[in-house]
């Protein structure tokens, strides 16, 4: 559940800052977030990427030069979200604000009728578990370590990205 609420935190982020003044929201340039999950985990990096291309491939790299392959990779091309609107005058409104002709505390399923927005991304989010071949050396050795990220679709356009390792959480 924590990966699905980081990927649309990322999803989010990204609709959010493109809802400026600007008039239609600029294609997102490729980012790449590399961290521990929140909770204490500390023997998985978590790799979160934004590109045009999809994310083929996840390696953890040791300064030895010991590749440890992604446990877990996904993939979802032209995410998408949908929000409703209640409106003040509607009887759904109720639930937000307490008032209306509907009694609190009933659940109410969104009408055909509710206004609504999808907004679809142009870009490829991915996912991508690292665990750690050895937690107390990467602690003492962090800066050492890099991931390698494989973009794309061979034969067609490819594209191969280093990136530093995160630093580990505190304590442990």
Known sequence: MSRRRSVLSILWFILLAACGDSGLAPVPS??????????GVVDVIEVDTVNHLPLRSAAL???DGQVTEASYLAVNPSPSATSYLALPTSPYAAIATGVGNLTTGLTPTVSTGSPQQQVT????????????PDSVDYR??????RIRLDFGIPPGETETRD???PEPPPGG
């Not at 490729?30 to 909770?39: L, N, V």
């Not at 142009?122 to 991508?128: C, D, H, I, P, Y």
């Open 121 to 132: 991304l142009q870009a490829v989010v991915s996912t991508a578990s690292l665990p750690l």
């Open 61 to 63: 790299i040791a300064p």
């Open 30 to 39: 490729d980012q790449i977030r590399a961290s521990f999950p929140p909770g």
């Open 163 to 165: 990136v530093p390792a």
């Open 140 to 145: 003492r050795e962090w800066r050492d370590y």
